[in-house]
């Protein structure tokens, strides 16, 4: 069955590789698995058609045969445990991979959210400075613990897994900060990530669409 997803008709991140349709496109890649993109503009992102896959009128949606996926910490899920190559074979290595998947959508992202919402839209705000510190302190906060638990490893369960695919695309949105800089080793981990063939792949795709969207 063809596996379908959608994105951005034209992404806000100007094909950066930030949209969240990244890391669905790379799991994939990692997976083997060929796919389509449907690609929406804001408007029909709010349309019933939409709406009735994504409640929420956002991207990605994963459509598979009569199964339709939003939120992309379960679609990616599904891709690791449906194809070979993302979990552990082994019942304690797939758990822990899991819980990293968790952890990144639920304690890593969401400090590293806020620092956007605090450098997009709260500017001129006259307790910006000091929000802005506030959260950067909590940023650093995470990043130490992650820093200490990653260690000298290449990944965080000793092989390569959707756990560290989804704590890598947080970890990006903080490239242009300086902080990841702070950690020599998150720094390694998230450009050894970068380097993966599945990766370069699913990038170029989503840049590829970006710039196609611009030319139409």
Do not use: C
């Not at 679609?75 to 991979?97: N, S």
């Amino acid at each position: 069955m063809t596996i379908t997803i959608t994105a951005f008709a034209a992404s806000p991140d100007r094909g950066r590789g930030m949209a969240r349709d990244m890391r669905v496109r790379w799991a994939l890649e990692e997976a083997g698995q060929p796919y389509t993109v449907q690609a929406l503009s804001f408007a029909e992102m709010k349309e019933p058609e939409h709406l009735a896959r994504q409640p929420f009128g956002q991207i990605p949606t994963y459509q598979e045969g009569d199964l339709t996926l939003f939120e992309t910490g379960a679609i990616v899920l599904h891709i690791a445990e449906r194809f070979p190559g993302l979990l552990p074979e082994d019942a304690k290595g797939r758990a822990r991979a899991i819980a990293w998947m968790f952890s990144a959508a639920g304690t890593i992202e969401p400090v590293i959210a806020d620092r956007e919402v605090v450098a997009y839209l709260e500017t001129g705000k006259d307790w910006q400075a000091e929000r802005r510190q506030m959260v950067d302190d909590r940023v650093r906060g995470r990043m130490r613990f992650l820093s200490g638990r990653l260690g000298d490893g290449d990944w965080l369960e000793g092989e390569f897994t959707a756990g560290d695919l989804m704590v890598v695309d947080a970890l990006r949105r903080l490239s242009h900060s300086g902080i990841l800089n702070e950690f020599p080793n998150l720094a390694a981990y998230v450009a050894r990530a970068e380097a993966r063939p599945a990766f370069k792949r699913a990038f170029a795709a989503q840049l590829a669409a970006f710039e196609a969207s611009q030319i139409g």
